[in-house]
């Protein structure tokens, strides 16, 4: 299995309006254009961040729009999900603390040109509902699934699921992990999804052990296994996967086995048995520096790429994956 790299380019150069942008997404139209969106500000968690989205079409990135921002309010973690190609979803946190935050969503019916007004996804929800940082899946049966996670005293992970089109969700409990009394934020959080051949659901997860951890479901996410760990290493940085049309998982993180370790290299990793075993397929970036935070995107055989460079640009990878 390979990676070959057919597009590299940044989304935005510069722009005057936000010094550092971090947790980028990325969702595809269904008709050749992509979309990225990412928070952005003075810094994150800063009352500026706001939520800025770009289109890049015949090879070009439109200059960054504002979706949504409130002075005095920060926003966060945006997530772009369409289940058909056509419908887009834009999901962001809003709240002055993450455990305070709320989820918002954002609907678009002609492939990202216009957008609906920003509604609460669960109305009188404070913690955080739906995707907190990676896209939902759809389930071989049509259900919607959404990687959720809380960071109070500890990070809790869960799923999220709808089967009315995202109209309505129902979470499911946490996701058993050993919590550590001798600090607080010990946990797991911003779970990334996959559904195997045998209707199995599975999540990989961030943790601050060193490594990431895996939970199963055999109920279409409504109830998890404890957590195990995975020979895989974690720098407590966001990580994000998908499958392509071939079957085989393509993973974006850090190969950095320590707690809040540096967030360099970045590479993909690919596996064709379903999570158990994995093989390098392509190194992203390694020099020093921040590479953080990957979102990936399966559209038939290729994956489409974005993450952050070194908090103030959003980097762009286009790969075909070849067996």
């Known amino acids: 299995m390979i990676a070959e790299l ?7 150069d510069s722009d005057p309006r936000f010094a550092s942008c971090h947790a980028s997404t990325v969702a595809a139209t269904g008709d050749g254009a992509v979309l990225s969106a990412w928070f952005g500000g003075s810094e994150e968690g800063a009352e500026d961040v706001g939520i800025w989205l770009s289109r890049r079409e015949n090879g070009s990135w439109s200059a960054p ?18 289940a058909d190609g056509k419908t887009i979803f ?20 002609d492939r990202g040109i216009t957008w609906s007004e920003a509604r609460e996804l669960v109305p009188g929800d ?25 960071e109070g005293k500890y990070w809790d992970a869960f799923a999220d699921r709808s089967v009315d089109g995202g109209r309505t969700w129902r979470a499911s409990p946490l996701v058993a992990f ?24 599975h999540m990989l997860l961030r943790s601050r052990t060193g490594q990431i951890w895996r939970s199963d479901s055999s109920d279409e996410g409504a109830s998890w296994s404890p957590a195990y760990p995975t020979y895989l290493p974690n720098n407590s940085s966001g990580i994000d996967l998908d499958r392509t049309k071939t079957g085989i998982l393509v993973l974006a993180y850090n190969p950095v086995g320590m707690p809040k370790g540096p967030r360099t290299p970045l590479v993909l990793g690919l596996s064709a048995d379903d999570g158990e075993t994995w093989k390098q397929g392509a190194v992203v ?16 055989n290729e994956i489409h790429l974005v993450y952050t460079w070194n908090r103030k640009r959003v980097a762009y990878r286009r790969y075909r994956i070849e067996a």
């Open 6 to 12: 057919i597009d590299k380019e940044f989304v935005f």
């Open 178 to 201: 050993a919590h550590d009394d001798s600090y607080e934020g010990t946990g797991l959080i911003q779970p990334t999804l996959w559904e195997s051949a045998d209707r199995g659901v």
């Open 65 to 82: 729009l504002c979706m949504a921002g409130e002075p005095g309010l920060p926003h966060w973690n945006p997530v772009l999900f369409s």
């Open 285 to 300: 970036e390694i020099e020093a520096g921040e590479f953080s935070y990957p979102a990936v995107l399966a559209e038939g």
């Open 90 to 109: 834009l999901y962001y946190k809003i709240g002055k603390t993450i455990p305070e935050w709320r989820t918002l969503v954002r609907r678009s019916e």
């Open 126 to 150: 404070v913690g955080g509902r739906g995707p907190v940082k990676n896209k939902p899946i759809v389930l071989s049966s049509g259900a919607w699934l959404a990687p959720a996670s809380v």
